[in-house]
């Protein structure tokens, strides 16, 4: 019987590593997948794992980074089967000599350079220290492998730059809009359709309000010419004392009444103790309902 799952050859399937210490003990390595994942769900985990991406299989120049590259598992038990020893070799040489043989799927260094040829097998975790211990080095294709932190760190630079771009560009549309309005002398409200005209705006148009068309109780009627050309008739209220609340209130009911016998309102403009009307303007008279 034995000690733990782990003892048992291939407990975790081709490419899976098994950790007495974790539950469930077999787990992929980076890059991988269970190659049965209801298996792997039914405690079945001599499925195996396989890769994500296949190999490329061909040797680039470094230049191009689109060659294979190897992940680093270490603290692992490495298996006894490889199929060939280089001798003493650095690293870089051992990387070429496995990154040229198609075959080759991973190698590890210890007293020589070993390399493995086909499905690696009876992976095991082992505690940090443990002199069995080794680092399996294991080949993966390029868009599989760990970004590095310099990576990682030029990649989160330019999502929050374009996120900074965006936030910026929206911002200064927002503020054009706001300043078109502005210049206009005219804004969409709250109070249904009718338009908030500035003070200033309504002064220009009416030639500060010098064409006067009549007057009533509540104040006089100037002409004016908006900028599309079209008449309108500015009624400038006097001894109104409600606040701007309650008159922006009635103007919300105002701006929805619609008859035939009525003029139409447009607009009006509520600036400090100012407060206007602005009607579609009726050459053979004036009615309003105010």
């Not at 890059?31 to 680039?60: H, I």
């Not at 490889?82 to 870089?92: F, H, I, N, Y």
């Not at 705006?201 to 908006?226: A, D, S």
Request: hydrophobic residues 30%; aromatic residues 8%.
């Amino acid at each position: 019987m034995p000690a733990s799952p782990c003892d048992v050859y291939s407990a975790c399937g081709a490419y899976g590593i098994c950790d007495q210490s974790r539950k469930p003990p077999c787990t992929c390595p980076h890059g991988f997948t269970p190659t049965s994942v209801r298996d792997w769900e039914l405690d079945g985990w001599n499925s195996g794992c396989k890769r994500k991406t296949q190999l490329e299989c061909s040797y680039k120049d470094s230049t191009s980074g689109e060659k294979d590259g190897f992940l680093p598992i270490p603290n692992v038990r490495l298996p006894a089967d490889s199929e060939q020893q280089l001798g003493g070799k650095g690293a870089e040489e051992r990387e070429l000599a496995c990154l040229k043989d198609c075959s080759c799927t991973a190698y590890a260094y210890e007293s020589e350079c070993s390399i493995w040829s086909r499905d690696i097998r009876n992976l095991q975790s082992l505690s940090e220290g443990d002199n069995r211990a080794g680092t399996l080095y294991l080949r993966l294709a390029a868009s599989d492998l760990p970004k590095k932190t310099g990576e990682m760190k030029s990649i989160k630079r330019i999502v929050v730059s374009a996120a900074i771009a965006i936030v910026l560009s929206a911002a200064i549309i927002g503020l054009t809009l706001i300043f078109v309005r502005k210049r206009h002398g005219a804004s969409k409200s709250p109070e249904g359709p009718l338009v908030s005209y500035s003070y200033s705006h309504l002064q220009r148009i009416t030639k500060n309000f010098t064409e006067k068309l009549g007057g009533g109780g509540f104040g006089l009627v100037f002409k004016g010419l908006l900028s599309d050309s079209d008449f309108v008739a500015v009624k400038r209220l006097e001894g109104v004392r409600q606040g701007e609340k309650e008159f922006r209130n009635e103007l919300g009911t105002l701006g929805r009444i619609q008859q035939r016998n009525l003029v139409r309102l447009r607009g009006f403009c509520c600036e400090g103790t100012e407060r206007m009307l602005v009607y579609d303007y009726m050459p053979k008279g004036f009615t309003s309902v105010w």
